[in-house]
């Protein structure tokens, strides 16, 4: 094994390494002379790196497809997850909300399945809002149904 800085013909190897650290074209290259085997080694495996630039330009696009994909999908995920999420708290708050007009309701006595059903079906959260404020001053099953008809 050769030494970095030992004397080879003249010149140390390391001048050799800088210039091949240096190089920038494939003509500088192809004009480096040396007798260091570790250099001559370097030039041998840059020169096979330097033949596939075609397909190392389609690998690299490659990775590029691979990575925009990845990045497509953590988006997509993101994004259904966080529709999920906004989903699943809209249901909850429905049903928390139907809840306590019942919980209310029943201090009335059981609660009439016209009612039920009536409260059961309301989708909109600012209805049973509404409701729930009509169930806390109800004073029967009646008074509630004018209530919210009104």
């Keep these: 094994m050769i030494e970095l800085g030992k004397e080879l013909n003249g010149r140390s190897a390391l001048d050799d390494w800088i210039k091949l650290f240096n ?13 260091n085997p570790g250099v001559l080694e370097a ?12 397909l190392r330009a389609l690998y690299e696009a490659h990775l590029k497809e691979v990575r925009d994909r990845w990045a497509r999908e953590d988006y997509v995920r993101m994004e259904g997850e966080e529709k999920g999420r906004a989903e699943g708290e809209a249901l909850g708050d429905l049903r928390r909300s139907r809840q306590v007009i019942f ?7 059981n609660v009439p399945e016209d009612i039920r059903s009536l409260i059961d079906n ?17 004073g029967n099953f009646n008074d509630f149904r004018d209530r919210i008809r009104s």
């Design 103 to 109: 919980d209310l309701l029943e201090e009335l006595g």
């Design 23 to 35: 190089v920038k074209t494939e003509e500088e290259l192809n004009m480096l002379q040396t007798k």
């Design 122 to 138: 309301e989708t909109d959260l600012t209805v049973l809002q509404k409701w729930l404020k009509v169930a806390a001053r109800a």
């Design 43 to 54: 030039i041998s495996e840059v020169r096979k790196m330097s033949l596939g630039k075609g």
